[in-house]
């Protein structure tokens, strides 16, 4: 028998990112119409990005109702309050070269993904990883690169609208020795001169470790290498790009390096659950956190036309998996403040619920203040002050 | 961009930052707490307040929180601005004959450093005489002390280095391993240091002491009385030099045939001697001649200005050329001390610190001279020469006066040993050129160090002893 997750947003995150979601109501229609998916937020201010238009969402059990002036979730049996996030206004903008600002960013919660060039060298090797032709809407041969003063007017529509607090720059694999991060130099440079806030940065690992400091000291206040799939076999096959030119043992060693120069919770790594056996993942866990490195869980959800089909695991296996990571993290005392309230993934904080119960504390709730995120920039630029040696210091 | 991040503990870091504000405080205070102090008996409130300018850039100088010239100029501001000099006074202090002499050598130095002409004769004497191991240590050893009696011994470290750095290449000596390649590089740095002192040129530090000299007492030192007065000193120390260095470093190689190669193909590529190099010989042997003979008349400031300008009008460099050899900071931080040094002197402080603190042990003329040339050379490991010169000199010739000595003999018993460093890396620019081509270890240098240090004093005493009352030279007036 399934069991009945509408009292547990994190449970119900995860079963919802699975299934997806029915949609009846023509103006939830219209709104989560052209999007990847429809973002709700939950209740305990837990948001979320369900599929609704793949295929497989036909057979979920959730569907989306009116009710009163808002909307309810329910699976036939019962249902739960919810609120539809409102579209971004700036999606709805363009930059003054005539760019729509959805082009280049894009918000899932209190973060705002920015993506200077959607290109990635793996697909002009043919050797991309095979989840992505359209899981994460990767246009990896598309050669676009947008301008710096294009990304800043799509950051500065972002933090005005108040709709994102970290802007998450992301970028594709480039036969580069340092990982991306000279690509993403100036646009980092420009966004931490123009404005308070935090920067997080996606990229593929370096070849030298200088490149991760150097990405701190340029001001990012997060940096994430993905290594996707924990297991070497299924990681050589699934991602053959990354296993080729760069490997499992380099991503590792950059991990491990970026947890000793980055802030505490501030070095992640996705691990997609559903690619390999639950135990692989959790093995997975373990060694990163054991680095001091915060492992993130993205839902695989196969859809028509991808190269991978695997069945999907489902939510009563998926579920041991997220509690294993909350514990992990725990054990190791490593911050769960900065992966947070984001709509694509589950974070280690909503599954807390599910290990511990209770909602959130005080100090989350000081964290997704105004007050909290103008701390968090205050503390983390002043780390910076102090860690980053000035080379220019001239000698007497 | 060269990135470092320091992943030491924050609380740590942030202690350590907090230590130089808390050093800053801490100065203030006691600059206040000494100019506001009930005034000593037998102290004017003028040498009370130089005192307090003294202690602060005596803490500045020891420290190298701020650079050596940053703390001349708090004594620059400090001194008027508490009434020890008039602002006139102060400032015209800055206008000191040592300080343009200072400023003459470094351009002459440089127009020879550009028109190539002492990498020429570096590359000659070495490619004639290098033909065996002992004999090319020797010839670098000589040279480098040579070439010091004429220029800065940073310039000819710094010239030497990449020559004796091909050598070593040319050799396949291993750094840190070989004895031959220790001993080519202690050859250079040692042959700098010894030959440093021998004249004026060797650095800035003589000049600087003999304008201390000259402020206070009236008295001064001419260019060959101090060559003669030394130049037993830096013979015995050479031979000492290459003694001591060929009995720690017992020569490891059998030829010198491919260093021999490096130094024929570096000297191909110099191809002939041009005009420049002849001209700015020419120059500088005049130059030498005018210190000899005009020094006392004209001013050894003055014969050096009138070469520079003859450089100028002989367009044999431009000034692009010639600016990039003269440090800025430097003579900064000699003006500076010279404003202390009288300041010491005028407002009666330098006499009263003698009196007060020194005059129980320094009861006879050898004494005097003994102790300070002990804290001179032993000092100038650990700080710059000129500062060493900049603390220990206004008070040693106060003392002088109190025991009727030659306050010139004092000075020599400061300025000579300031420029003995033979121990750390941090002592001289030469030894950290040595120690940076990885040769030469810092437990190396400071093993070898001590020992010269300790013969150069006594070596020094005794010079002072029996040998200077033969030039007419003495403790007593």
New interface residues.
Partial sequence: MKKNYLNTPGALKIDLMLRGIRIDDPVVKAWACGSSGIDIMLPQNTPVNIPCSEEFTGSSPYIIKKKGSGYAITDGKGEVGVSLLERPAFYNKKTSTGVHFSNIGASHGSYTVITPSPRCDFFNRSIECKYCAGNFDIKGRDNTVYSVEEVIETVEAVLKEKSSGVIYFSIGFSDTDDGGIEFLKPYIKAVKKQFNCLVAVEALPPKEN?WI??T??LGADSVLYNLEIFDKELFELICPGRAQLIGQKRYMEALAHAA??FPNGTVASHLIVGLEPPGSTCQGIDFLTEMGVVPILPIYRPSKGRALRIEPLNTEIIIPVYKHLYGALKKKGISLNWVRDISMVTTPLEVRELVEGGGKTIAESFYNSKLGRKTAWGLSTL?RK????D?KD?G? | ???????RP?WL??SL?ALRPAFFIALALLFWFLATMPTPEGLSIEGQRAIAVFAVCLILWVS?M???AITSLFAIVLVPLFGVLSKKDTYALFGNEAVFFILGAFMLAGAIMHSGLSNRIALNIMERFGDSPRKLLLSIFLLAAVLSFFMSEHAVAAMLFPIVFDISKGLNLRPGKSNYGKLLFFALAWGCVIGGVGTFLGGARVPLAIGILKETTGRTIEFLDYTVAVLPLVVIMLLVGYFLLTRFFPIDVEGVESAHQVLVKRLKGLGKMSYDEYAVGAVLGVTILGWIFLGKQAGLATVALVAVVVLFVLKLVRWKDIEEYVNWGIILMYGGAIILGTALDKSGAAAWMVNSALSGWATTPWTVFAVFSLLSIFLTEAMSNAAVIAILLPVSVGMADSLSMDPAIVTYSIAVPAGLAFMFPMSTPANAIAVSSHYISVKDMAKGGFIMCITAWVVFNLVAAFYWPLIGMGYTK
């Fill in positions: 200088h400091e150097e701190y000291a000793k120069i780390r102090l860690r980053v040696k080379s001239e007497h | 961009m060269s990135v470092e991040i320091d992943t924050l870091i942030l930052k190298n701020v650079p050596l």
